[in-house]
């Protein structure tokens, strides 16, 4: 890992210089480039070895940006600083490594899960295909969960928003503003798989799950055909129960989730939803091997994966 | 037939003048843009006025390019120039009139929807959806399917664009693949594509003798359906001979834009659908147009049915 470099980047929101960790692959050939982004309330520094890693082991291009920190402040927690920030963390990369421009991924869970949903939204030029785990996708809806379950992220996302969106119209606006679903319908050309375990939301295994799945199910359905959007009612079931209904039937397993077998599985023009056995997790091997085998000039592949190395990586706070 | 006027635009390719039918929207806020293309045989010059109607009445922007006329020569035919010239067009368009970049809409039929599949492909960042109606989308299969239906004049057309018979000489096999947009096919795996073909298509039909067989429509969506949606080479060679749908792949929805022309089987899958209906080589332009209108590169897909709309079904021109 101490071929993971810290590297200070231009920043065009404001003219600043923002720092990353940031890997270079080697030789003069095309590589694929990852973005990876960090949770809720880290910054670049927050361990990222769970996707350094793969990109170590396959030569491939790596940049875990700060894009502003922690999320209890305006300017982070998807804020048009944040969208310009990732945004310029690929173009740094695109001057400072050889990046093979029809794989260009980015991933990331909770918090990082939000802002790949927004990206994937906001910029998806940039993109061939993002992996978004135990994702935020309303900023607002999530403070009154959070509220609801006695959470902290109740008071950074007011902090965040300049008030309660719950009560106040200008935060509410704010919270609009920093939230994946109102921008969701043009990520429809991004390839986007949207994870979460099944328990998020809940205790489990001596853990309290942040992010309710209703909100990866939101994301979904908003780039899903009408046919194939889950109803309110079986994500409120999903959601409340941990459990899938009946009627769905057991999906197709898929070795890249071994020890979180796939739950509930869903594909609908270039989204999918999968609901694994777990709770607030991110499993980095198999979202990257899903990347992996995405590129810009083939037709999607949502076979299920190679058995994948890596374990699970419990997502910070 | 309704006029609107001639203009010159400049092709980088060659440095070059070319011509197209073009209309402005009006007032100044941003319009969609339809571009629609000339059949095999046609040119700018040919009979647009379906698409000239649609866009008057509903005040979008239109061009209807020359991309280097009638597929006769090395120049034209899916060639690079041909390529060039309709990014070209859709950037003169940019300059010459407000467009709404979230709605710039391609479509063709017959050689128009060759030529559409392969903008499709190869410039996939141009459109925010495409729809291609009977298109060729294997140059060379179609050449050996002229030949088998002993048709005088597509393959002879073939012989003189590739320098060649694509079924015997490697070289004119290889040009035939670069014209081909099946080649490219997976490069349009991020534009809205909609292929329609009607399924008499290839075989002889209400006196006509139609040229592209639907297997060459149901190639171009299998290149893009995830495997689970694909149609396998036995259903696609029972359609395309038999002009029938296996049984059970059950009766589709009805869809009112399609009128009399029935659909008879439909399927999607990632951002690509193929409608076969119940025609020949025909489009049905206002079908066409009424979907493309719905989509909008920042909004999900519009896969739904149609309203009704003029559905008569316009033979394609050579």
Not at chain 2, 188 to 197: C, P
Request: overall charge neutral; hydrophobic content about 35%.
């Amino acid at each position: 890992m101490d071929r993971i470099r810290t590297i200070d980047y231009h920043c065009s929101f404001d003219n600043s210089l923002q720092k990353a960790k940031c890997f270079i692959a080697g030789g003069n050939e095309l590589r694929p480039l990852l973005v990876a982004l960090h949770t809720w309330s880290y910054t670049y520094e927050q361990d990222c070895t769970g996707y350094a890693r793969y990109c170590l082991d396959n030569n491939w291009n790596f940049i875990f940006p700060h894009f502003r920190g922690p999320n209890w402040t305006p300017p982070a927690c998807g804020s048009d600083a944040v969208v310009a920030d990732i945004a310029d963390a690929v173009a740094y990369m695109k001057h400072a490594a050889i990046v093979d421009n029809d794989r260009v991924y980015l991933i990331g869970g909770s918090g990082g899960g939000h802002c790949s949903l927004l990206m994937a939204s906001r910029r998806p030029d940039l993109w061939t295909a993002v992996s978004a785990w135990c994702a935020i996708s309303d900023v607002a809806a999530w403070h009154d969960q959070c509220v609801e379950r006695e959470r902290g992220y109740a008071e950074h996302i007011e902090k965040a928003c300049g008030g309660d969106p719950s009560k106040d119209a200008s935060a509410r606006e704010e919270a609009l503003k920093r939230s994946p679903l109102t921008y969701m319908g043009s990520a429809s050309r991004v390839l986007l798989d949207i994870s979460t375990g099944i328990h998020d939301g809940h205790d489990f295994a001596g853990r309290n799950g942040s992010v309710p799945v209703s909100q990866s199910f939101n994301a979904f359905n908003a780039l899903a055909n009408p046919a194939d959007r889950i109803s309110p009612e079986d994500v409120d079931f999903i959601t409340k129960e941990q459990k899938i209904p009946e009627k769905f039937g057991p999906p197709e397993a898929d070795p890249a989730f071994a020890k979180n077998p796939v739950l509930f599985r869903r594909q609908s023009n270039l989204a999918r939803i999968t609901i694994f056995e777990g709770g607030h997790d991110c499993l980095p091997d198999a979202g990257l091997e899903w990347l992996a085998r995405q590129h810009r000039k083939k037709a999607p592949d949502w076979t299920k994966g190679k058995p994948a190395a890596g374990g699970k990586m419990e997502l910070g706070q | 037939m309704e006029n609107i006027p001639t203009i010159d635009y400049h092709c980088s390719f060659d440095r070059s003048m070319q011509k197209a039918k073009c209309l402005i929207a009006g007032g100044d806020t941003p319009r969609p843009l339809l571009v629609a293309l000339h059949t095999w045989g046609g040119t700018y010059e040919q009979d647009c006025s379906r698409c000239v109607r649609y866009c008057r009445d509903n005040n979008w922007n239109f061009i209807f390019p020359s991309f280097r006329g009638p597929n006769r020569n090395p120049a034209s035919c899916g060639s690079d120039a041909v390529v060039a010239d309709i990014a070209d067009a859709v950037t003169y368009m940019k300059h010459a009139s407000c467009v709404d970049n979230d709605r710039i809409y391609l479509l063709g039929g017959s050689g128009g929807g060759h030529v559409a599949l392969l903008m499709a492909a190869r410039r996939p960042d141009l459109w925010t959806a495409v729809s291609a109606w009977c298109a060729i989308s294997d140059v060379a299969a179609w050449y050996d399917q002229g030949v088998e239906r002993g048709r005088s004049d597509y393959p002879g057309h073939i012989l003189k664009i590739c320098g060649g018979d694509p079924s015997r000489d490697p070289q004119a096999r290889a040009d035939a693949l670069r014209r081909s947009p099946l080649t490219y096919m997976g490069g349009a795996s991020r534009v809205l594509l909609d292929i329609s073909t009607g399924i008499h298509d290839g075989h002889c039909f209400n006196g006509r003798t139609g040229s592209v067989p639907v297997s060459q429509s149901i190639n171009a969506f299998n290149a893009l359906a995830a495997p689970a949606d694909r149609i396998s080479p036995e259903d696609a060679a029972y359609i395309t001979n038999a002009q029938k749908i296996p049984e059970k792949s059950g009766v589709p929805e009805t869809d009112p834009a399609f009128g009399k022309n029935q659909v008879l089987f439909r399927r999607q899958s990632n951002l690509a659908r193929i409608t076969i209906f119940e025609g020949g080589h025909d489009i049905l332009f206002d079908t066409g147009m009424e979907w493309l209108a719905r989509q909008d590169r920042r909004k999900a897909p519009d896969w739904s049915k149609g309203r009704p709309v003029c559905a008569d079904a316009s033979e394609l021109a050579r």
